[in-house]
């Protein structure tokens, strides 16, 4: 079954610290993208990518890098992490093409910035 | 730009009862809606989606209708079982080819035996 994989699936990091979450996907998918979850707030885009080696800004990139050195890969960078930062992160892909535009998440990052 | 309200933050039932979850939602383009839910601890996934107007589509006892004239896709189910207690999510894209979805903020639903 095709799948998309987050390591890790915790995290604690400190105020300042570069912290770099990955994703893996099986589904053969050109596009990925990384969500950010807050308590009581739907997903908001931060970065996506519809191609290996290019990366865009979705509508919340401030404070964060995003690289997909291939098509399976997909990481995170966030240099100087802040408190603001703590949240859960799901990365998700779909196939090119899918103009119905369905994603395939990953169970998600918790991350804690203390 | 565009945007998805959802209204109720919470919603309890007991099983067996009937269940709306509001959403209704602004864009300029012709809109891909959708459901996720999202089991707790879990990835959300895919319930339902529709572009076209006035047509009820279902999965797994919930349904949807997509009404242009009121920009609404309410989400529905006659009789709520307790395995549908989690976070539902309406989402819309534009009918692009690029997989960027707004969310709206999601229902907890709760149903108690």
């Known amino acids: 079954e095709a799948a998309v994989t987050q390591s890790p699936r915790s995290k604690v990091a400190v105020t300042g610290g570069k912290v770099t979450l990955s994703c893996h996907q099986t589904?053969?998918?050109?596009?990925m993208y990384w969500y950010r979850q807050d308590t009581g707030h739907g997903l908001r885009l931060i970065h996506y990518?519809?191609?290996?080696?290019?990366?865009e800004k979705g509508d919340i990139p401030d404070g964060y890098k995003a690289s997909r050195p291939s098509q399976e890969n997909f990481s995170l960078i966030l240099e100087l992490a802040s408190l603001s930062q703590t949240a859960v992160y799901f990365c998700?892909?779909?196939?090119?093409?899918?103009?119905?535009?369905?994603?395939?998440f990953g169970a998600g990052t918790r991350l804690s910035v203390l | 730009g565009d945007s998805v309200t959802q209204t109720e933050g919470l919603v309890t039932l007991t099983k067996g009862l009937p269940v709306m979850l509001n959403c209704t939602y602004q864009?300029?383009?012709?809109?891909?809606l959708f459901w996720y839910v999202q089991h707790l601890n879990e990835a959300p996934k895919l319930l339902l989606k529709?572009?076209?107007?006035?047509k009820r589509t279902e999965h797994q006892g919930f349904y949807a209708t997509l009404h242009k004239s009121s920009s609404s896709f309410h989400l529905q189910k006659s009789s709520v079982q307790l395995s549908d207690s989690a976070l539902y999510f309406c989402?819309?894209?534009?009918?692009?080819?690029?997989?960027?979805?707004?969310f709206g903020d999601g229902t907890v639903l709760t149903v108690k035996p």
């Open positions: 998700a892909s779909s196939r090119q093409g899918d103009s119905q535009n369905t994603l395939y």
């Open positions: 529709s572009s076209t107007d006035n």
């Open positions: 990518s519809y191609v290996a080696d290019s990366t």
């Open positions: 589904n053969n998918h050109d596009y």
């Open positions: 989402a819309l894209s534009p009918r692009t080819n690029t997989g960027k979805l707004t």
């Open positions: 864009t300029t383009y012709s809109p891909f």
